[in-house]
């Protein structure tokens, strides 16, 4: 038998076993293809006058978002290359918090230059180490033309983190969200020693009712639910407050035990008991001077039975119940206290103190508040404030950004100009590079370097402005010398952009490159799709 030759028919080669040339472009197509289209999904919500998605889950729960990592975290993508590209805005949310939409719309632009080399017959592995080359290259030129910052210097903070919001649901409350950011993360790190942020050092605590503008800083602690007591108090001032991880409630037996108690006298007895145990531990807590309790959630039964309730109210003791295990740790930090395992443990030395914790009252909800804590940690509570709960979730996710947009700021202390200005530039500068190096990494270079215009043009298109026109007259702006104009989408136009206090953090730009072309070039080196048997 001979083997039929045709250029896309399958020959059999020596071995017997067929071989199909056209397969790898195929997938490598598909894979291009379906990374485009989860760009081109969320194209529409990048820059300040970007669009949002309403997303609606199985179960009919609804989002309002344009944060890029929350919508392609929603969406239900089956392609295994547009994964990828979710993993990708994931990636970049823990590193940066900021730039999830950038980092896609880049990949999909480099995607996009690499689907046209390789129609020209350039092998996809030179493409791949074209591009890391292109893109160390990249964080080089960003590098250089970045601008040193101190955290001292509260106002460029709050430009950045009001840069961050503007492209949210909630800008029109930039001016006291961006400052309320910067304090936050201030009031948690040493500006001295400190090269990184714990998120959870600081607590966003969402109440509905109110408006966004009523989101507050709180220097202290704040708990979600109400006291716990009946009739005792609702206000405490010099405070002595105790945290405790065991249960004022009588013990049960094991789970698959029951206790039977045939006549009144036993049952009296039992009664008395229970009365007696719960007894002896209020004596210990009124002997200790505690006047504020906290107690930990507790799974196999209730943490404070009524009884309980009954006895604290008595000796006026403030009850805040069913702390959740992992808030325990922010507690402790915040109170400078130990959480007490047992009742030996219950001395006054193991108690914080505060000048007060009163319950206070928004909307329809109660919930506690301590102020006034002798010797805080470094840990600080945002109580964020929405009309309806989906501006709610959004101001929660605006303010997530711009707190990592500040902790972009602890860890590489740099910050650069935005509104399309470093990828123009770097279009540029690629661009004359490219033309000082032989052979095909000329070629890849200047894909590489045409494909970051994506990101001015995407806003100028957002923007409603005629996205050539204005990307040329960028071009044109960058070659005269010009590193900061950048498209200004206020007043439609090009303008210096740093004077318009449009700035973002050095760390977002270099995040979003590296990370944008090491996932183009892992979708670049797939040259088969094999499904395995489960």
Do not use: W
Request: charged share 25%; aromatic share 2%.
């Amino acid at each position: 038998m001979t083997a039929q030759t045709g250029s896309g028919d399958s020959r059999k080669t020596q071995t017997g076993a067929y071989k199909d040339k056209s397969k790898p472009a195929d997938i490598r197509s598909s894979n291009i293809n379906a990374g485009k289209a989860v760009a081109d999904a969320i194209r529409t919500s990048l820059g300040p006058r970007g669009m949002d998605k309403m997303i609606q889950a199985g179960n009919g729960e609804v989002t309002i978002t344009n944060d890029g990592a929350t919508i392609l975290k929603q969406i239900s993508v089956t392609h295994p290359a547009a994964k990828m590209l979710v993993e990708l805005s994931k990636a970049q949310d823990i590193e940066a918090g900021d730039g999830t939409t950038s980092v896609v719309v880049v990949a999909g632009s480099l995607l996009e230059a690499a689907e046209k080399l390789l129609q020209r017959g350039i092998h996809p592995t030179i493409i791949s180490d074209a591009f890391q080359r292109a893109a160390a290259k990249a964080v080089e030129i960003l590098a250089g033309m970045s601008r040193p910052i101190e955290l001292g210097d509260k106002e460029s903070l709050i430009k950045i983190a009001s840069t961050a919001l503007n492209s949210k649901v909630v800008s029109q409350q930039s001016s006291l969200l961006a400052p309320l950011a910067v304090e936050a993360v201030l009031k948690v790190i040493d500006p001295l020693k400190d090269k990184n942020v714990d998120l959870k050092d600081i607590r966003v605590i969402k109440k509905l009712g109110g408006t966004v503008e009523d989101t507050e800083l709180v220097d202290g602690l704040v708990f979600t639910q109400k006291s716990a007591n009946v009739n005792g108090p609702r206000r405490v001032e010099k405070a002595k407050i105790g945290l405790i991880q065991f249960c004022i409630s009588p013990p049960k037996t094991d789970m698959d035990h029951n206790v039977i108690v045939s006549d009144y006298a036993a049952m009296d007895r039992v009664l008395k008991e229970e009365r007696a145990y719960i007894l002896n531990i209020v004596k210990q807590i009124k002997k200790s001077g505690c006047n504020v309790l906290l107690v930990q959630k507790s799974i196999l039964r209730d943490a404070v039975s009524d009884l309980a309730i009954h006895f604290l109210d008595k000796i006026k003791v403030m009850v805040v119940k069913d702390i959740e295990r992992e808030d325990i740790e922010f507690v402790t930090k915040t109170l400078g206290c130990r959480p007490i395992a047992s009742l030996d443990h219950f001395v006054p030395e193991h108690l914080a103190t505060a000048e007060l914790v009163e319950e206070v009252q928004t909307g329809s909800s109660k919930f506690v508040k301590i102020t006034g804590i002798q010797n805080p940690g470094r840990t600080v509570t945002v109580l964020v404030r929405g009309s309806n709960k989906l501006v709610l979730e959004e101001a929660d996710r605006s303010l997530h950004d711009a707190l990592c947009v500040v902790r972009c700021l602890v860890k590489q202390r740099a910050l650069i100009a935005g509104g399309g200005a470093p990828e123009t530039e770097l279009g540029l500068k690629l661009a004359q590079y490219a033309q000082t190096i032989t052979g095909v990494d000329a070629y890849c270079f200047r894909a590489f370097a045409n494909a970051l215009e994506v990101i001015p043009s995407t806003l100028a298109e957002n923007a409603g402005l005629n996205p050539i026109a204005t990307v040329t007259e960028l071009r044109n702006r960058h070659a005269q010398g010009d590193i900061t104009a950048g498209i200004n989408v206020r007043k439609g136009a090009i303008t210096n952009i740093l004077e318009e206090n449009v700035v973002q953090p050095l760390l977002v730009s270099t995040s979003a490159i590296t990370l944008a072309s090491e996932t183009v070039r892992s979708i670049l080196k797939i040259d088969d799709i094999v499904n395995t048997m489960q």
